[in-house]
């Protein structure tokens, strides 16, 4: 198969954490016989800078041409401090923000698994969090970060600020079918969460899932409310399959998820349901430890698995990164923010190395 991928590194830790998920792609590419055609563009802080002048811009044309023209988008991350001074629109963070708008993915999907060897990572007591494998699917493109009204008016000390809840059965219905699609690929449970107790657009969103539930006979629908759920995510994480939920209880859902599953860097994410996906690790750019080599790329190998199953349904090439993964984490391997006191951190480059070996020897 042809795996035609933009890549984005971005800044900070982006290039060195995307330099080694790209690593493994090849290996997987090499073993299982696919032809791997990347693309490279700026995005974010390297683009502004690459764009300097009259007209700075954190997504150029040509890195919306390119990412539109291939079939999946790997991206690192985006910010520099250097930037903090720029107007919003010249943010690098707006470069990603655009984008995501411009690939129309709806669907935003965060696992948070944790590895049996990282049990000891988490917040939590180990035996609490020991098999956790949770997948968030977070509704992207509208709810309370979209709708319209949304204005400040007045003046302090009488100032009155407006945001509007809004969805529509229309996005409700196409997050549901996704969601619905996943819970059918893992324990058919998936349990949908709200606040249908007080707001409207809860209420919607809970009959139309209910509705769509009709066609999926063989999943396990339940139905919960955000504030109990945040308390079961951390008094009983094991008990998640899929969780479907709107944009801010997403956004909220997701960090509390991560946190319980461990380290930041092993986080891994995917925007889909345009046509092109939008695959990158959860963390930032880290400006402070970018350039020294010592970087989690984790999240960005796990990003390149989603890929593979997302945009490309290769299932098999999917799971032998994620247990390749696995099996270098069991062999002891760290990096630094991971490494208990007395061990050896690996760079990110040994990390990358040990899991593209690990893949080629599966
Ligand atoms: P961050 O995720 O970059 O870093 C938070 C902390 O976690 C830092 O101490 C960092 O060293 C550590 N960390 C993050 N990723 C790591 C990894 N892979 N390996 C080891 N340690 C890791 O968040 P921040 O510091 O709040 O933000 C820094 C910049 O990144 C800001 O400009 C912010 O806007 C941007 N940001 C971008 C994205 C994105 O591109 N999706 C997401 C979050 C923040």
Not at 23 to 34: D, E
Not at 117 to 126: E, G, Q, V
Not at 157 to 172: C, G, K, L, Q
Not at 179 to 198: E, I, Y
């Amino acid at each position: 198969m042809l795996l035609n991928l933009t890549v984005l590194p971005g800044d900070g830790i982006g290039p060195e954490v995307t330099a080694e998920a790209v690593r493994v792609l090849q290996a997987v590419a090499g073993k299982y016989s696919h032809q791997l055609q990347l693309t490279t563009q700026p995005i974010g802080g390297a683009a502004l800078d690459a764009t300097a002048g009259d007209h700075p811009d954190a997504l150029p044309q040509e890195t919306i041409a390119a990412c539109l023209a291939s079939s999946a988008v790997l991206l690192g991350a985006v910010g520099d401090p250097k930037f903090d001074a720029n107007p919003p629109a010249q943010r690098p963070e707006a470069g990603l923000l655009r984008l995501r708008k411009a690939l129309g993915a709806y669907a935003n999907l965060r696992p948070a698994i944790c590895f049996p060897s990282l049990a000891y990572a988490s917040p939590l007591r180990a035996e609490l969090v020991a098999g956790t494998d949770i997948l968030i699917v977070r509704e992207l493109l509208s709810g309370i970060y979209f709708g319209q009204p949304r204005h400040t008016e007045g003046q302090s000390p009488h100032r009155i600020a407006v945001d509007t809840m809004r969805y529509t059965e229309f996005e409700v219905e196409r997050i549901a079918r996704v969601a619905f699609d996943l819970a059918r690929l893992r324990q058919k449970k998936l349990l949908s969460v709200d606040k249908a107790n007080v707001l409207d657009s809860s209420r919607l969103w809970r009959s139309v899932v209910t509705r769509i539930s009709a066609d999926y006979p063989d999943v396990t629908l339940a139905h919960q409310y955000v504030d109990s759920c945040a308390m079961l995510l951390a008094a009983k994480p094991t008990q998640f399959d899929v969780i479907l939920t709107e944009n801010m209880f997403g956004d909220i859902l997701s960090d509390l998820a991560g946190a319980v599953v461990g380290s930041l860097g092993l986080l891994a994410s995917a925007s889909i349901g345009g046509p092109v996906g939008l695959y990158e690790p959860v963390h930032g750019s880290a400006p402070d430890i970018a350039g020294k080599g010592i970087a989690n790329p984790l999240g960005a190998i796990l990003s390149a698995a989603m890929l593979l199953r997302h945009s490309f349904r290769l299932e098999a090439e999917a799971v032998a990164i994620e247990s390749a993964v696995q099996q270098v984490l069991e062999s002891g391997a760290r990096t630094g923010d991971l490494a208990q006191p007395g061990e050896i951190a690996r760079t990110t480059q040994q990390m990358g190395q040990q899991i593209a070996h690990a893949v080629t020897q599966r």
